[in-house]
């Protein structure tokens, strides 16, 4: 039986990013015994007639090594490493037909993925005007000042500015890709790309080689939106990529942030509808952004409301979840699963919000409830 | 016992326009009521006490003749003028310890108030920039030639742009003011005062003669703000004057509406923060505003989400009315209104919004229903 991490290695190259059949066949059999029954001729749900010419050409221990050798990283659900943030893409609403949680990501670049600080997405369009850069480039330089990381898409105008502001900000930033992680796209961004390769993470879930697609795009900024505890829209025509990542964000329930700019700005309409629609808050400081994207209530700014408490605001299942939480000894989750009554992926779920909330604690052990919680 | 108009004129002058306590007595006692019993020396609830000087020095018929003479009328509730949205001040909640349907407005101008079309309050700052000058000049010009009033308090920068735009457009348009419509405040605002009373109306609690005060200010915006079906602030620094029209506006539960624009500029910084805090929608186009001002569902824009009709959203009155209009041969007004059964003034608004939906067409014979619209 294939190890784990080869097995999803390898079945992230049979399909596209983002490969709904492919992401419900792994929730169901599990990437192990999926990719074994691929390999022994099984198909299950018809899969295989898709996928037969690019399983032949699979490789994933030579992969891997050859990775390693240039400094790439693949990194997989259950390693230390994971971002426990991707896990809200399971079961989320598709988008284009595509969806569900990566196999796995390749990642060139110090920063670890599982450290990121209330990391935040900004985003926008890539024709994008000076007041647009600007802004992106200052908001992201507060944000980077203030302890959190950016994630962007290192395309020209909007992404390039963020990722430059958190350099200058001297914060962390992150920069998930369309390409393999060892491409230079857009080829001008070869040194921005080296750059952040050498100060932060270059990330994507197509294995290196791999050239850029339209549908790879669109797949990519599921990531963007997941990784970040919230997406700033900046500049967005109608119909700019950038509000797919937006799009994403909202899926996943995370906040939708949009910057808005002079009327007459054709790069701020898309962003301009967005909160007119109610599909984005409009923000227009790091002060905004934190005060939505912050772990509950520790970056509230302006005159707060009155006390607020911890447990405020926490959904139906959080609440359900968090009594299922022990106080003492730490449980894993399909234990918490059990004594709540739910399912897996909605416990888990329901633990990373009640985590960005600091009322539990996680360690390799499993889930407790955190310090102070049970009494606030 | 003194007559109602001139009852109503000389408490106007006894205490400050917003007066709560003389609001709720003329609500309890009438305005005949009251004025005879403060007239007598009965006090009623203490009033007396501080009004007693300028009771002296009231002489309501004689004001109402000199006003005459220079072509200003009292308009009071119950005059056919008497515009209806300020009805909805009658027990709203008070801002700054103001507030009140007002005992009578003095009108200069050959615009009636009872006839505004969908009128929108157009405010913001008096040290607005070129791009808030341009946009309140712009959505005005734009408001106007789709038939809407605009309604705004004569002031510099943004006001004066909201007022010049609407006679650019060649619609209706008035001005409120916080002191006697003879009085021109800004005195640089003289020629533009003149031509709105020569072209448009305008309007004061105060009588002529009254100065401006920081408190008729306050008192004033709550006229701006009722006379509007909806307020538009496009620019506003943080604690300008035009938050507290927007206040009153969302007093009366009126659409509130913000224009934005470059976050580095300060003069957007309130319309920002209205926004982002739920209290305005953001608006950036004409059709913005008249989607949410105008008469139900009669101005919506964007991409209808499926076959609509054009009856659909129609109120109860434009039903009535539609019902009215002949099909072939075209009808005046005030025939269609004998036939529905209804007041003229009710009629033309519901032949306007008829109009908006193309379901009735206007010639100089009078009204028809538009070619297709009784199938329809």
Chains 1, 2 share one sequence.
Do not use: K
Request: aromatic share 2%; charged share 25%; hydrophobic share 40%.
């Amino acid at each position: 039986m294939t190890d784990e991490r080869l097995a999803r290695l390898a079945l992230s190259q049979l399909g596209e990013p983002g490969d709904l059949r492919i992401a419900g066949l792994v929730a169901e059999l599990g990437p192990t015994r999926l990719y074994d029954a691929l390999l022994s001729d099984r198909d299950p749900r018809g899969v295989l007639t898709d996928v037969a010419a690019r399983l032949e050409r699979a490789h994933p221990e030579r992969d891997l090594d050859r990775a390693a050798r240039r400094g790439i990283r693949w990194v997989v659900p259950g390693d230390p490493e994971w971002p426990a943030s991707l896990a809200d893409l399971e079961g989320c609403e598709p988008l284009h037909e595509m969806g569900g949680v990566p196999l796995g990501l390749w990642v060139r670049g110090p920063l670890r993925l599982d450290q990121l600080v209330d990391p935040v997405a900004i985003v926008g369009c890539r024709s994008a005007t000076t007041y647009g850069t600007d802004q992106a480039t200052e908001l992201a330089a507060s944000l980077a000042r203030t302890g959190s990381a950016v994630v962007s898409g290192a395309a020209f105008g909007i992404d390039q500015a963020a990722h430059r502001g958190a350099l200058a900000g001297d914060g962390a930033t992150v920069a998930v890709l369309a390409c393999g992680v060892d491409r230079a796209y857009p080829a001008a961004h070869q040194q921005l790309l080296d750059h952040l390769a050498d100060h932060g993470a270059v990330v994507s879930e197509l294995a290196p080689g791999c050239a850029p697609m339209r549908t790879r795009f669109l797949a990519r900024n599921r990531v963007i939106a997941a990784l970040g505890r919230g997406t700033v829209v900046v500049e967005a025509a109608r119909r700019s990529g950038a509000l797919n990542t937006a799009s994403w964000a909202s899926r996943i329930h995370r906040p939708v942030m949009g910057v808005p700019g002079p009327v007459t700005s054709a790069t701020s309409e898309g962003v301009h509808a967005l909160i007119r629609s109610g599909g984005a808050t409009l923000v227009t400081r790091p002060e905004d952004v934190l005060e939505l994207v912050g772990a509950m209530g520790s970056h509230l700014v302006d005159e707060p409301r009155g006390p607020t408490r911890r447990r405020d605001g926490l959904s139906h299942r959080q609440r359900q979840v968090l009594e299922a939480v022990p106080v003492g000894s730490p449980a894993p989750s399909d234990s918490i699963a059990r004594t709540a009554g739910m399912g897996l992926v909605a416990v888990r779920s329901a633990l990373n919000g009640l985590l960005r909330r600091d009322l539990v604690v996680h360690s390799p052990r499993g889930w407790r409830l955190a310090d102070g919680a049970d009494r606030d």
